[in-house]
């Protein structure tokens, strides 16, 4: 579809994120439907199929079905996918816990060698705020984290640790995500998204939405479910990791795990709670091994515009800032379900803390799965390795 000046969209500063779509007030704008590429996978006997589930969709993949939250839970959401016939069913989790080490990782070395780096260091997990970043602000694409977002990063890691680990050909891997987020359809097809040099890392993207409508084709029973656990390969993830879906969430697990890498010991959990924020920008400073972090995080774009103008102003000044460009985090991302009128990621945003205390595990660095991909694979966070398949270059 053509846009302003003749352009493909594409090829506009338009960020992708389909906050348009969730507003419509004719319903006349739509996500790109990728649901066939995913049926011709499943159908074809020679290829593994498997499929990573992000944090922000079990906040709502039951809104669309009629499913009340209590009825609409996470094991609930794995055994309506495996009905789907998907030979592995993986949580993105996986891959926010990973990106926390090596964002966490590329924080610590920002900071402590500032004469060599740009500061403040953007978090980069959200693929419509790097675009806008890129067109809007492209004297700060320096400050971007190259850490690769989760879903890329489990992508990446899934065609290289988990197929050889599992002795399959990772050619003959399809792999697809379940996100939020309409950005992400874009993300997966960038250049730099194939460091296993199998083709793209991530094969495609569907929204939550479309999930609801495989769900509808196969005649799922999502009334009769039962819990079913993720593919335990690379199924565990971290409370951290959970919350990257609310804004301010990646933020607060870089800071958990900055703060162990630092100095050898962990905070409390919630020791950074007061950064969360559900409109405009919060900030917050932190003392880590005598340092002073100074950070932000921001919801929505059009805040994100207000704060980077006043730190350009030099009217403020940070280290570290998340920004994600739907109100409220990827619980209000353009792919999710849609109540006419209302914004549900006030909602939402609190199913994800509350599985965030739940956890066992709340530091992404005492991921048991995540410490044996270092150990059989990936080294340590900013290894030769993990620059290669977890870290990208943003566009000249």
């Known amino acids: 579809m053509g846009v302003a000046d003749s352009k493909e969209i594409e090829d506009s500063e338009c960020t ?3 906050q348009c779509v969730t507003r ?3 319903g006349a704008l739509s996500a790109r439907d990728d649901t066939a590429k995913i049926l011709e996978a499943i159908a074809d006997p020679d290829t593994t199929v498997f499929v990573q589930i992000a944090p922000a969709v079990r906040t709502a993949w039951g809104e669309g079905l009629g499913l009340s939250r209590r009825e609409a839970t ?3 959401m794995v055994s309506a996918v495996k009905q789907l016939g ?5 949580d993105t989790v996986f891959g926010a816990d990973m990106t926390i080490m090596e964002e966490a990782s590329e924080l610590l070395e920002r900071l402590t060698h500032r004469d060599k780096y740009s500061l403040p260091m953007f978090t980069s997990c959200c693929p419509a705020w790097v675009s806008f970043c890129e067109t809007q602000f492209p004297q700060l694409k320096p400050n ?3 850490a690769k977002s989760p879903q890329q990063i489990f992508g990446a890691a899934c065609k290289t640790w988990f197929a050889q680990k599992m002795s399959i050909d990772p050619e003959k891997i399809f792999s697809f995500s379940m996100m939020p987020c309409m950005a992400k359809k874009n993300e997966c097809c960038l250049s730099g998204m194939n460091g296993a040099e199998t083709g793209q890392d991530v094969d495609a993207v569907i929204t939550n939405r479309e999930l609801d409508r495989l769900l509808r084709i196969h005649q799922v029973n999502v009334y009769g479910l039962q819990e079913s656990d993720f593919d335990n390969v690379l199924g565990d993830g971290s409370g951290a ?3 990257f879906g609310a804004s301010s969430g990646v933020m607060e697990a870089a800071l958990r795990s900055a703060y162990y890498f630092a100095t050898g010991a962990n905070p409390a959990p919630d020791a950074f709670a007061d950064i969360r924020v559900m409109q405009g920008y919060r900030e917050l400073t932190v003392e880590i091994a005598g340092m002073q972090v100074r950070a932000a995080a921001v919801s929505g774009l059009a805040n994100a515009r207000a704060l980077i103008e006043r730190m350009l102003s030099g009217e403020v000044s940070y280290d570290f800032i998340e920004v994600m460009a739907c109100p409220g985090g990827c619980v209000g991302g353009g792919g999710q379900p849609i109540k006419d009128g209302y914004e549900q990621a006030t909602d939402r945003s609190p199913v994800l803390y509350s599985l965030d205390q739940a956890n066992a595990v709340r530091f992404s660095h005492e991921n048991p799965s995540i ?4 150990e059989e694979f990936f080294g340590k966070p900013l290894s030769e390795k993990a ?3 977890l870290h990208r270059k943003h566009s000249e």
């Open 16 to 18: 992708l994120c389909g």
């Open 24 to 26: 419509c007030p004719t």
């Open 74 to 76: 996470v094991g609930k």
């Open 86 to 90: 998907i030979d592995y069913v993986f």
């Open 144 to 146: 971007l984290s190259t």
């Open 241 to 243: 990791g959970v919350i």
């Open 371 to 374: 410490q044996t991909a270092y």
């Open 387 to 389: 620059h290669k398949l």
